[in-house]
């Protein structure tokens, strides 16, 4: 997820604890478990295949 204190902070009110990491290391870090979520678009997510990492996946348009 980008690193944005508002962001950060909304994601702790669902009760996750939320990662700042990089773009280019997010699929990676997906397919190895080092994280198990992210605030993606619909777009990106789309195009890369990231929902096919994920269990579960919330669109929000």
Known sequence: ???SSILMDTIRCFGAKPTSISYSK???SLQTG???GAE???LETSLYNKEDLCAD???NC
């Open 57 to 59: 996946w919330i669109r």
């Open 40 to 42: 993606d678009a619909a």
């Open 1 to 3: 997820m980008a690193e």
């Open 26 to 28: 997010l699929f990676t």
């Open 34 to 36: 080092v994280v198990d």
